[in-house]
């Protein structure tokens, strides 16, 4: 999936759930946003990796690894965790193996490396948020959008990598469409959409409804308690 279907799922993604958590806007939809496009950091020639790399390819490994080995050396620890991601991802894009119990190690070439194994990845991308004791406002919001990306994912061809179960593609059985094609891509990235509305829109309704009540002390409840007096 394109890195531009992914922002706009996060985006989504960030307005359903400042809407229903009621959360500052500007940094739900920033932490959504950063986690359904870093997932792609393994994949060399990601949209994620051109933005934040604007260089000739063949020189954003080395720019990668001075940006991440900076933001290590700094004392922020926030930024200390997106240096190791950018370290480790350099790491990602050159490992050519798959494990399984029954095989040991055998060779594996798949584009999309282990930030794309939900496990792996998806361990190493969340995992760490919560040691750096992050507010919930931002981790919910972020690893919302890592699942986005994992999820959506899921429906292309390509699938998921598991790296620790030999290799095993992961994706969805009928709804799984090769890159390239738009229209389907789209119409997913459509019924996504639709969805998370859908979930996001009956909580923030239901809360619409209760703050109605409370204000205009409308309950029936309170309403046959007030005929009984
Ligand atoms: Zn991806």
Known sequence: MKGSSHAV??????IAISTTMHLNPITTIGMTLLGALIVDIDEEHSKINKILFPVAKENRWLVKALVGAAMIASQINSLQFIGIILLLSLVSARVKYKFSL?????EFKYHRTFFHDPIIGGLLLTAPLYALGLSQALIIPYVVGVLSHYVLDLCTAYGLPLYLLGGKRLRFPIINYHSGNNLMEYGLLACYCVA???IAIKPAGFQYLQAFNNQYDFTFTKLFGSLKK
């Open 9 to 14: 799922a996060g985006a989504v993604t960030g």
């Open 102 to 106: 029954w095989n040991g190690f055998q």
């Open 196 to 198: 998370v509305f859908t």
